[in-house]
T-cell receptor, first 118, second 109 residues
């Protein structure tokens, strides 16, 4: 079985450009999470979806960040415009939540996208 | 400040030594998970503990959940170079996972 797939693995862009990160969750999983990891702040939850519906986006830093999940097998995280402080590793994770809205169940992480904004 | 404090932040030991990593909070968690992350990869779940006082063993790794469900520890016996990595604890708080900053473990041969 394929795990969580993320693309691209590395992204280098200039300040002000739009960045789109992509994620394919594990087939059959009904929850999807976007995290950001930095040395300073560790691993932070940005947003999570359950059955393709955004449940909690309180971790999204600001309006420059947006996320979509048009179907059960695909999600995007977009940053527009990007800033140097957005440089981080962005992880997507998925899980099979037996109870709706229970986002704390065992999560499977993708390999991450390392974003560098210059 | 982190809701979950992990200590030590960094640990460098010789192969064969024992070690303990701690995860502490003032909050009560419904459950707690431990993950291991290698460079360039995502975290991989090691264990979930649910009951206060629970102890789980995974080969040379022993995980304990505090009686009050506010803290946890990970003990590794006879560390191997393959144990090198970032160890993260994550607590279930209001049905969301909150992660600690992690402990970087380096096991030298």
């Amino acid at each position: 079985d394929a795990g969580v797939i993320q693309s691209p693995r590395h992204e280098v862009t200039e300040m002000g450009q739009e960045v789109t990160l992509r994620c394919k969750p594990i087939s059959g999983h009904n929850s999807l999470f976007w995290y950001r990891q930095t040395m300073m702040r560790g691993l932070e939850l940005l947003i999570y979806f359950n059955n393709n519906v955004p449940i909690d986006d309180s971790g999204m830093p600001e309006d420059r960040f947006s996320a979509k999940m048009p179907n059960a097998s695909f999600s995007t995280l977009k940053i527009q415009p990007s800033e140097p402080r957005d440089s981080a590793v962005y992880f997507c994770a998925s899980s099979l939540d037996l109870i709706q809205g229970m986002a704390s169940y065992e999560q499977y992480f993708g390999p991450g996208t390392r974003l560098t904004v210059t | 400040t982190q809701l979950l404090e992990q200590s030590p932040q960094f640990l460098s030991i010789q192969e064969g030594e024992n070690l303990t990593v701690y995860c502490n909070s003032s909050s009560v968690f419904s459950s707690l998970q431990w993950y291991r992350q290698e460079p360039g990869e995502g975290p991989v779940l090691l264990v979930t503990v649910v009951t206060g006082g629970e102890v789980k063993k995974l080969k040379r790794l022993t995980f304990q959940f505090g009686d009050a469900r506010k803290d946890s520890s990970l003990h590794i016996t006879a560390a191997q170079t393959g144990d090198t990595g970032l160890y993260l604890c994550a607590g279930d708080l209001a049905n969301k996972l909150v992660f600690g900053a992690g402990t970087i473990l380096r096991v030298k041969s």
